[in-house]
């Protein structure tokens, strides 16, 4: 309809069809955003952007698996964690060099 607003969600849409936003945060285990798309697929969801043949043949997913992927997901974060700590020496100093140089 030419009268809708294009700022209203889903105003261009077309009828019939509903958009389904799917978003994750970064502590996230990244498989429930994987099992919400597998859900909607299996509702007769179509998804806008493509996916790796690898990520739509990952289901059913089991307890094992999940378990695998949160620890390598923790060591990332630990490993992560580890260079902050490890380069923070370098990038305060730095950091409050900066900033009284730019001020």
Same mark, same amino acid.
Request: charged fraction near 15%; aromatic fraction near 8%; glycine fraction near 8%.
């Given at each position: 309809?030419?009268?809708?607003?294009?700022?209203?969600?889903?105003?261009?849409?077309?009828?019939?069809?509903?958009? $389904?936003?799917?978003? +994750?945060?970064?502590? *996230?285990?990244?498989?429930?955003?994987?099992?919400?798309? =597998?859900? !909607? #697929?299996?509702?007769?969801? $179509?998804?806008?952007? +493509?996916?790796?043949? *690898?990520?739509?043949?990952?289901?059913?997913?089991?307890? =094992?698996? !999940? #378990?695998?992927?949160?620890?390598?997901?923790?060591?990332?974060?630990?490993?992560?964690?580890?260079?902050?700590?490890?380069?923070?020496?370098?990038?305060?100093?730095?950091?409050?060099?900066?900033?009284?140089?730019?001020?």
């Amino acid at each position: 309809d030419v009268n809708w607003p294009y700022l209203v969600e889903g105003s261009t849409e077309k009828h019939g069809v509903q958009t $389904v936003y799917i978003g +994750g945060y970064l502590t *996230q285990e990244p498989t429930i955003v994987d099992a919400a798309i =597998a859900g !909607l #697929e299996s509702l007769g969801g $179509v998804l806008n952007e +493509g996916r790796s043949s *690898q990520k739509s043949n990952h289901f059913p997913i089991n307890t =094992a698996d !999940l #378990e695998k992927n949160h620890a390598k997901h923790k060591a990332l974060l630990l490993y992560g964690v580890v260079v902050l700590v490890l380069l923070s020496p370098i990038w305060i100093p730095l950091s409050v060099y900066r900033a009284i140089r730019d001020n």
